[in-house]
């Protein structure tokens, strides 16, 4: 246990003992007897408790809650869970959404890098007519 891991289940769990790990708590405790300016960390998490329990409850109707659980997509495990499913009756067009997006992402990389490169230019030019001006000989040095 270190001050870092104190600081992320006190994030975490909020500074009541009752809802932390119980794995966690007696290393926790033995860390803030060591150092106790770590107290802080609990301190900060007592007010944000404190802020969450003064917010009022929102009672929510079992219609609105069914309409929730209806709404959201059926779970997916695996490294591809985000992924929309692959099924043969898959609209035509839905490759071109992708094709689409790839176009624009190139569209935008083009005219990002023609506007990139004239603020170059331009900066560039800036530079050769201030050290033009710096090194070059004045007017009154030619008039004297």
Do not use: N
Not at 46 to 64: E, N
Not at 103 to 127: K, T
């Amino acid at each position: 246990m270190d001050a870092t891991r104190l600081s992320e289940l006190a994030d975490a769990y909020g500074a009541d003992w009752r809802r932390w790990p119980e794995t966690e708590r007696d290393a926790a405790r033995s860390l803030l007897a060591r150092d106790p300016e770590l107290e802080r960390v609990l301190f900060e998490a007592r007010g944000l408790d404190a802020i969450l329990h003064a917010a009022p409850r929102l009672d929510v109707s079992a219609r609105l809650r069914e309409r929730v659980i209806d709404a959201a997509p059926k779970a997916r495990k695996g490294p591809f869970a985000w992924a929309p499913r692959a099924t043969s009756r898959a609209p035509r067009s839905a490759w071109l959404s992708g094709a689409g997006v790839a176009a624009a992402v190139c569209a935008g990389l083009l005219v990002g890098e023609a506007a990139v490169s004239r603020a170059a230019i331009d900066i560039q030019a800036d530079v050769v007519l201030y050290q033009a001006a710096a090194d070059g000989v004045d007017d009154t040095e030619i008039l004297q």
